[in-house]
């Protein structure tokens, strides 16, 4: 997959585009959640890259984008300086921003740092804020004395609903996650957990289009409800019986809503 040099980091990406070549095609950016990679949006791309041009990355520290130092900083700001930076090289003004989890937060600051950059949202399981419960489950001296396969193994069941994936998936899941260094892992969910946007949700000019399992521990249905009452333009759509991870455990109804979505903007 090609990389683009940024300030500090070489930035892993893939663009699939089965547009027609005649037609204006949009283009729909696609941002993983917590220490997983671009691979985890495989579902996605044949179902969105006829109708979009299809852009996944992989974050600072993950998959294949270069790893900072033990003590780097680790920002929202220097996600979103990545994400500008890559469509800055593709040439690309405007995204519909897709992620999960935490992917979702890099979006909302990009959508209010770079107004401008972002055509819609589209939010699986982000919550504003990470629960009490869900920061409990995570430990630094886990992940720095076993690596984080450990932890992805042991909180699989909060994170998706092992009956509605395959068990291939979830060991495959849980070896992706492994791959992640210790250091970044913990320096990606310090960021995480510090963070409540709630505050500037009211800012965000861009339409949001929120999916969450109405049993999601992590993504609770209840903030869930919040997030659409403070944005001003948000559309909320619950999957019910479902809990965390919908954008694996049902990707085609993700994204059917989604395209749903943007082409009812």
Not at 68 to 90: C, F, I, K, N, Q
Not at 227 to 239: E, I, R, S, T, Y
């Amino acid at each position: 997959m090609p990389t683009v040099r940024l300030s500090d980091v070489e930035i892993n990406y893939d663009v699939s585009d089965y547009t027609d070549p005649w037609a204006a095609s949009e283009t729909v950016l696609l941002h993983h959640g917590f220490a997983r990679n671009l691979n985890f949006w495989r579902e996605w791309v044949p179902l969105l890259s006829r109708h979009y041009r299809v852009v996944r990355m992989d974050a600072r520290g993950c998959g294949g984008s270069s790893v900072p130092r033990l003590g780097a900083p680790y920002t929202l700001e220097l996600m979103v300086s990545d994400a500008v930076g890559l469509m800055d090289h593709l040439g690309i003004k405007r995204v519909h921003w897709a992620a999960e989890a935490s992917g979702g937060h890099v979006g909302l600051a990009l959508a209010l740092r770079h107004r401008e950059r972002v055509a819609s949202l589209t939010l699986c399981n982000t919550p504003f804020q990470l629960p009490k419960s869900a920061n409990d489950n995570f430990s630094e001296q886990e992940v720095e004395e076993s690596g984080l396969g450990i932890w992805a193994r042991r909180t699989l069941p909060n994170r998706i609903d092992m009956d509605k994936v395959s068990r291939e998936w979830c060991e495959w899941s849980i070896a992706e996650h492994a791959k992640t260094p210790r250091h970044i892992a913990i320096a990606q969910h310090a960021m995480i957990s510090s963070g409540n946007l709630l505050p500037r949700l009211h800012e965000v000019q861009a339409p949001v289009l929120v999916m969450a399992g109405s049993k999601s521990r992590i993504a609770p249905r209840e903030q869930m409800a919040q997030m659409q009452q403070q944005l001003p333009n948000a559309k909320l759509v619950l999957f019910e019986d479902f809990g965390q991870g919908i954008a694996f455990s049902a990707p085609a109804r993700c994204v059917n809503e989604m395209r749903s979505f943007l082409e009812g903007l």
